[in-house]
T-cell receptor, first 112, second 114 residues
Framework: NAGVTQTPKFQVLKTGQSMTLQCAQDMNHNSMYWYRQDPGMGLRLIYYSASEGTTDKGEVPNGYNVSRLNKREFSLRLESAAPSQTSVYFC???????????FGPGTRLTVT | GENVEQHPSTLSVQEGDSAVIKCTYSDSASNYFPWYKQELGKRPQLIIDIRSNVGEKKDQRIAVTLNKTAKHFSLHITETQPEDSAVYFCAASNVDTGRRALTFGSGTRLQVQP
């Protein structure tokens, strides 16, 4: 039981490049989330998926797209990376009857 | 939308002392308030949470109190130990909606001096 996994752990991009961050959970959770963490600002919600087949914008969605591929996987795509997207990205998942969210190990992304 | 403010941003205590971190929230519909601990370079991990129908909850050395009227909640750590040193985040959400996404405070860096 791996919980929530994320790939890659680290990534450096040049401005304008694209990439996809991968997230998978093996806890049979319905809800999945993408947050970004910047120094001194806590975690902010980018996108979430309340169930398979649905996605919705969070607090800071601009510059990102998501795909809920199936119940296990939720990916985050940067189409044209910008230095302002330098951050640590956390994926999380949660179950309907419980409220706790379980976080993945994070992806540290640097855009130069 | 929800706004969560957290104070202080840094807190230094001596080992064995108590630490208190306070948060206020803006949306009266919020009804779930978790606290996360994040060690350097690690993922946030839930340490305690409280629902709005409860005023206080304790788990060994940590406790959380909630004042719904004033819209604030606090984390209390007693008998602090060096391993309590970390960044602590409060959060709020409305679990009665399908969204259930968390709005986080900006974090408190707790340093426990041995």
């Amino acid at each position: 039981n791996a919980g929530v996994t994320q790939t890659p752990k680290f990534q450096v991009l040049k401005t304008g490049q694209s990439m996809t961050l991968q997230c998978a959970q093996d806890m049979n959770h319905n809800s999945m989330y993408w947050y970004r963490q910047d120094p001194g600002m806590g975690l902010r919600l980018i996108y979430y998926s309340a169930s398979e087949g649905t996605t919705d914008k969070g607090e800071v969605p601009n510059g990102y797209n998501v795909s809920r591929l199936n119940k296990r996987e939720f990916s985050l795509r940067l189409e044209s990376a910008a230095p302002s997207q330098t951050s640590v990205y956390f994926c999380a998942s949660g179950r309907g009857v419980r409220y706790e969210q379980y976080f993945g190990p994070g992806t540290r992304l640097t855009v130069t | 939308g929800e706004n969560v403010e957290q104070h202080p941003s840094t807190l230094s205590v001596q080992e064995g002392d108590s630490a208190v971190i306070k948060c206020t929230y803006s949306d009266s519909a919020s009804n779930y308030f978790p606290w996360y601990k994040q060690e350097l370079g690690k993922r946030p991990q839930l340490i305690i949470d409280i629902r709005s129908n409860v005023g206080e909850k304790k788990d060994q050395r940590i406790a959380v109190t909630l004042n719904k009227t004033a819209k604030h909640f606090s984390l209390h750590i007693t008998e602090t130990q060096p391993e309590d040193s970390a960044v602590y985040f409060c959060a709020a959400s409305n679990v009665d909606t399908g969204r259930r996404a968390l709005t986080f405070g900006s974090g408190t860096r707790l340093q426990v001096q041995p």
